[in-house]
C-alpha cells in the first residue's frame, strides 16, 4: 500500500510558478511510474505529466516547456515545476502511482491562477 500526499498549491497570479511536491510513504516508490494529473471544475481529470521508474519524462502539449516533472528517489518525492502559469491551469492536481498491478492516488491539491 503506497500513500500519497501532495502540497504546494496555492493562488498565483497569471505568469507566476509554483512547485507542486508528492510524497509516499510505503511500497516501493522507485519502482513506481508517477503521474500529475489534474481536474478542472466541470472537466475531466486528464494526464499532465509522467515520469518513469528510470527518469523517462513525458507531458501533455498544453504544458510543454512551461512544467517540468521531476523525482528524487531517495526522498520519495516527485515534484511539478509550474513556470508560466496560466489561467487555463487552474484545477486540482493530484498525484497517482502506477505499480504492475495496482495504482494509487492522492488526494489532491488545488493550484488557482488568477489576477
Known amino acids: 500500500q503506497v500513500q500519497l500526499v501532495e502540497s504546494g498549491g496555492d493562488l498565483v497570479q497569471p505568469g507566476g510558478s509554483l512547485r507542486l511536491s508528492c510524497a509516499a510513504s510505503?511500497?516501493?516508490?522507485?519502482?513506481?511510474?508517477m503521474d500529475w494529473y489534474r481536474q478542472a471544475p466541470g472537466k475531466q481529470r486528464e494526464l499532465v505529466a509522467t515520469?518513469?521508474?528510470?527518469?523517462?519524462?513525458n507531458s501533455v502539449d498544453s504544458v510543454k516547456g512551461r512544467f517540468t516533472i521531476s523525482r528524487d528517489n531517495a526522498k520519495k518525492t516527485v515534484y511539478l515545476q509550474m513556470n508560466n502559469l496560466k489561467p487555463e491551469d487552474t484545477a486540482v492536481y493530484y498525484c497517482h502511482a502506477r505499480g504492475r498491478w495496482t495504482d494509487f492516488w492522492g488526494q489532491g491539491t488545488q493550484v488557482t491562477v488568477s489576477s
Open positions: 515520469i518513469t521508474s528510470g527518469g523517462i519524462t
Open positions: 510505503g511500497g516501493i516508490f522507485n519502482m513506481y511510474t
